[in-house]
């Protein structure tokens, strides 16, 4: 009877490392998907709303995400301060982008405009990378979980 429960165990922990390896390729592609829509809010907040620095940070530090409790700070340095904890959130393209927003408002609008069409870029080229790797591991990692641990059951047995 032990031996049942042992080998349903270890089958169980198989099926949960293939599907914590699903949930990190999901959790990849959520916070790539909201650091895209976080771009556009920029763009949008710069062209039509013609707000300044400290605005758009409160403005997206309003929201509810992974990346805008990043964004509130009181500090006199906003961007500084908002661009060392992007670095150290380990979210991703968190050096990418910790490195726009250490240049954030040093250009005119349109300087800005492009470096944000520049990043926007690079965050949707990952954003596809991301949702096709999702597409074609998640039946293997979670077949691969099953298999590991029914094997490591079958070789304990």
Do not use: W
């Not at 949960?16 to 976080?38: F, P, T």
């Not at 995400?65 to 340095?77: I, M």
């Not at 670095?87 to 990418?96: I, K, V």
Request: net charge negative; charged share 25%; aromatic share 6%.
């Amino acid at each position: 009877m032990l031996g049942v429960i042992g080998c349903l165990l270890l089958t169980a922990s198989g099926a949960a490392a293939g599907e914590n390896a699903v949930y990190r390729l999901k959790k990849r592609e959520d916070e790539l998907r909201e650091l895209s829509e976080i771009m556009s809010q920029i763009d949008i907040c710069l062209t039509s709303c013609r707000l300044d620095t400290a605005g758009i940070f409160e403005r997206i530090s309003a929201e509810k995400g992974s990346y805008t409790s990043l964004f509130a700070s009181d500090d006199v340095n906003i961007t500084e301060c908002v661009s060392s904890r992007i670095r150290s959130s380990g979210l991703e393209l968190c050096e990418p982008f910790a490195d726009l927003i250490a240049r954030f408002g040093h250009t005119d609008l349109d300087g800005q405009l492009a470096q944000n069409a520049l990043f926007i870029a690079e965050v949707s080229a990952g954003l596809e990378k991301a949702r096709a790797a999702k597409e074609k591991y998640t039946r293997i990692y979670r077949a691969a979980g099953i298999s590991a641990g029914l094997t490591a059951a079958l070789l304990l047995l």
